[in-house]
């Protein structure tokens, strides 16, 4: 990992022993993710003595409480999945606005659950987090479809689920609709293995890729890269090309010693499937070495 003060290194502790766990908690991995981004300033200004730390600096606290606070807004009793895609759509999308719209996607903050809550817009993946939190603490049968291209919500049976957009207030979603949108994503059919619930840790690598991209398109922010790579690789199931992303990004940021000796490694693990490219990677670790001279 790259130098850490002693807060992040134990954030990143905490975020691999979580995505190790049994049950990964959803909204803590996405909280810790966030809180790579740096602190958030308090919703409500909140007295300080001089000299004292700032409580929950990195917003997962206020949170954790507030989608506690929105669960609890939800109407009490059972209902039909139909029914608790309508009692979300009317909590979160019309009462308290959670929607998002093109200009989203040139936010960070769209990517962070802390900001999300706060500024209620958001990617389409963050916004179904916010739904998926919501719901489960209140009891739904809700979970993450991760359509190609476009993340929404499932309630009800696995086979025939009433699906829901967040990203459009939580509007409904028919199989014609989610045909729609996974072939104008991707030009191909909607095909049966796109509608399997998502898993916590899928849910969360999608989010770091999203994150990868968005500074990819900004060179000036090899930090947030570096720090979505490196989460990345905490978690248990993760692009072995990563090491070699890592690397990069380290000569990229003048850690040229750093970035050499991981591109070697890298090219090690490759030298035995791919000798060709494994001998490219050491001529770039060369090439980043002779960047000292």
């Known amino acids: 990992m790259s130098g850490l003060d002693s807060g992040a290194a134990e954030r990143r502790r905490q975020f691999a022993e979580e995505a190790r766990s049994e049950r990964p908690d959803l909204a803590f991995l996405c909280l810790l993710l966030g809180a790579e ?12 003595t001089p000299g004292e730390p700032v409580p929950d600096p990195y917003g997962i606290d206020a949170a954790q409480i507030e989608l506690d606070r929105l669960a609890g807004l939800l109407p009490h009793g059972s209902r039909s999945p139909a029914g608790w895609a309508s009692a979300l759509a009317e909590l979160l999308g019309e009462r308290c606005g959670f929607a998002g719209s093109s200009a989203d996607y040139q936010r960070l903050d769209s990517s962070l659950l802390q900001q999300v809550l706060r500024r209620r817009r958001g990617l389409p993946i963050l916004l179904s987090v916010v739904w998926i939190e919501v719901a489960r603490r209140a009891g739904a049968p809700v979970y993450g479809v991760a359509l190609p291209g476009h993340f929404v919500v499932g309630f009800g049976d696995r086979e025939h689920p009433v699906l829901a957009d967040p990203f459009a207030g939580g509007a409904p979603l028919t199989g014609q609709d989610a045909e729609l949108l996974v072939t104008g994503a991707t030009g191909a059919a909607l095909e049966p293995s796109m509608m399997v619930p998502a898993r ?17 398109a900004r060179p000036e922010r090899t930090d947030v890269a570096l720090w979505a790579v490196e989460l990345s690789l905490l978690l248990p199931s993760h692009p072995a090309r990563l090491r070699y992303e890592r690397a990069q990004l380290l000569v990229q940021r003048g850690e040229f010693l750093r970035g050499a000796a991981e591109m070697e490694e890298y090219a090690e693990i490759l030298a035995e499937i791919e000798p060709t490219t494994a001998e490219n990677i050491r001529r770039k670790a060369h090439a980043a070495r002779a960047l000292l001279n």
């Not at 916590?200 to 990819?216: G, M």
């Open 200 to 216: 916590p840790l899928e849910i969360v690598l999608r989010i770091l890729n999203n994150i990868r991209a968005w500074a990819a």
């Open 37 to 48: 981004a740096g602190p958030v300033g308090p919703a409500e200004v909140v007295p300080v």
